[in-house]
Nanobody, 124 residues
C-alpha cells in the first residue's frame, strides 16, 4: 500500500527557507519516482521537482531551478524538498506524488499516488 505524508509547510517572509518532507515506506521509495507539485488558489496543479528512486535522475521547473533541491535520505524514510530564496509566488499547497517507474515525469497525470498536501505561505 502506497502512503505519502507531507510535512514542513508554514509561513515565512520572502527570501526565507523551508524544508518539506514526503514520508513513505522503504518499499515505496525503493521502487517509485517521487514528484513535488503545487497548487495556488484558482490555478491548476504545477510541477515543481521530481527524483527517481535510484537518485540518478531529477527534474525541476524553470521557476524553482537554482532555488529548490529535491533529495532522499539515506534511511529510506522520506524525500525532501529544500526551498530557498522563497518568493510570494511560491505560495501554494504542496503535494508529493509517486509513480512506479524508473523515469522522472513532469505531468501530474503520470503519477498514481498523492499525499494530503502541506500549505506554504510566503509574505512580502
Amino acid at each position: 500500500q502506497v502512503r505519502l505524508v507531507e510535512s514542513g509547510g508554514g509561513s515565512v517572509q520572502a527570501g526565507g527557507s523551508l524544508r518539506l518532507s514526503c514520508a513513505s515506506s522503504e518499499r515505496t521509495l525503493r521502487t517509485h519516482t517521487i514528484g513535488w507539485f503545487r497548487q495556488a488558489p484558482g490555478k491548476g496543479r504545477e510541477f515543481v521537482a521530481a527524483l527517481s528512486w535510484s537518485g540518478s535522475d531529477s527534474a525541476y521547473s524553470n521557476s524553482v531551478k537554482g532555488r529548490f533541491t529535491i533529495s532522499r535520505d539515506n534511511a529510506w524514510n522520506a524525500v525532501s524538498l529544500q526551498m530557498n530564496s522563497l518568493r510570494p509566488e511560491d505560495t501554494a499547497v504542496y503535494y508529493c506524488a509517486a509513480e512506479r517507474t524508473v523515469r522522472v515525469h513532469t505531468e501530474d497525470s503520470a503519477y498514481d499516488f498523492w499525499g494530503q498536501g502541506t500549505q506554504v505561505t510566503v509574505s512580502s
